[in-house]
């Protein structure tokens, strides 16, 4: 490159808006289809194990015996594969923007409950009427 050319990009940097935003202070702004993080409701959580199988690269581990459900957000590439296909809608896609990590720490673990289970009918109830 020329001088000339130099001192033109120079120029043409220096009298335009900047090309990014100072993000944290100012927030950035959010594409209708922008996608975040994966999210769990806990107490909707069968621990059926859909969204381990359907994770195309293994970030999402359930285990039925400890009843746990956890990510590696590292390894997630937010393809909503797993939230698609729960069975019991307690996967959703969080659109909130949150600061970077400072260290490799990106496992979230979630112990789930399930959903609650319904108490017996004591003895002698007599069972609900169908409405027609």
Known sequence: ????????????SLFSRPATLMYPAKPAKKAALT?????????KC?????????????????????????IDRLRCIVCNC???TCPTKCLAMDTQYYESM??????????VAGP????????GA??????E
């Open 82 to 84: 797993c939230v698609e």
């Open 1 to 12: 490159m020329s001088y000339f050319e130099n001192t033109k990009t120079v120029l043409k």
């Open 102 to 111: 400072t260290a490799r720490g990106g496992i979230m673990k979630v112990t």
């Open 35 to 43: 996608r975040g993080h994966v999210t769990i409701v806990p107490e």
């Open 126 to 131: 007599k069972p609900p009427e169908k409405k």
């Open 116 to 123: 609650k289970k319904k108490e017996p009918a004591p003895e």
């Open 46 to 70: 069968i621990a059926c194990r859909t969204c381990q199988r359907k994770c195309p690269t293994q970030a999402i581990i359930v285990d039925v015996k400890e009843k746990t459900w956890q």
